[in-house]
């Protein structure tokens, strides 16, 4: 099979405007906690900011894995399905370049798909009584690691690696136990199950709404993108010129360069 050149490689590459893209997250994340409240009757100021905590730290978090924004639809996938494999590569280049700068900068790396993921477990505990367990909070950290690692492959933000799954998995369950911890302080315990117990019915049911009213906007900004590019020949698209965005899916997850 030859090998694809760039311009087979490289489908097209546009931007969005990242600004505009978490105002109206905003906007819809507000309206929707405005009219649950109004809905259900049902007001806690405590929960609310726990809420709006975590809502804002997943904005962040989302800046930081996305950003500059700037997309490319690559049909080479590159991602590593292979536990540990890539991690142990980039210690051991690290120690044997015996470049001390560059040895600290993989173990942050490494550290930092630990560290990150910790509020998320600590958070979703404090919410939650239902996912106050070990393996749940694994899950957690899993499925969110997942869902975005899935999104930067097929987006070709970075490479999809299951290694920032399991150590992001890890790194919610560590602030569950950061969480575990504090609840031995009786006050911060006293805090946590009232903010848990200030929990609405229907809350898995809105939880549910909310994301997919979010990846709506999401992709409804990619789509807006892709089709900007689309129409002004902006991008590199090979013999799959002018194809519609259903055409760029089918020929995306075909086999084989024909």
Not at 11 to 18: K, V
Not at 130 to 153: I, N, P, V
Request: with cysteine; charged share 15%; net charge positive.
């Amino acid at each position: 099979m030859p090998k694809p050149d760039q311009k087979d490689r490289c489908i097209m590459t546009f931007e969005i405007n990242s600004a505009g893209f978490y105002l109206v997250i905003i906007g819809v994340w507000a309206g929707m906690r405005v009219i649950r409240a109004l809905a259900t009757r049902q007001f806690d100021l405590k929960r609310e900011l726990i809420v709006t905590l975590l809502f804002v730290f997943l904005c962040l978090l989302s800046y930081h894995l996305f950003e500059p924004f700037r997309f490319n639809f690559e049909k080479n996938v590159r991602a590593n399905f292979v536990p540990f494999v890539n991690s142990l590569l980039m210690l051991q280049s690290a120690q044997a370049s015996r470049y001390p700068p560059l040895i600290r900068t993989v173990r942050f790396l490494l550290l930092g798909n630990l560290v990150v993921f910790m509020p998320i477990g600590m958070l979703t505990a404090i919410l939650f009584k239902d996912l106050r367990s070990g393996w749940k909070m694994f899950l957690l950290g899993a499925g969110f690691s997942l869902l975005f690692e899935t999104l930067q492959m097929l987006l070709a933000v970075r490479v999809f690696d299951v290694d920032d799954i399991l150590l992001n998995a890890l790194g919610t369950w560590l602030g569950y136990g950061v969480f575990r911890l504090c609840c031995l302080f009786r006050p911060f315990k006293k805090f946590s199950d009232a903010v848990a117990a200030a929990q609405r019915k229907g809350a898995f049911g809105f939880f549910v709404i909310a994301s997919l009213s979010i990846g709506a906007v999401f992709f409804g900004f990619v789509y807006s993108g892709w089709y900007s590019a689309k129409s002004t020949g902006d991008y590199v698209l090979g013999e799959q010129k002018g194809r519609t965005l259903l055409q760029w899916f089918r020929w995306l997850f075909s086999r084989g360069y024909d």
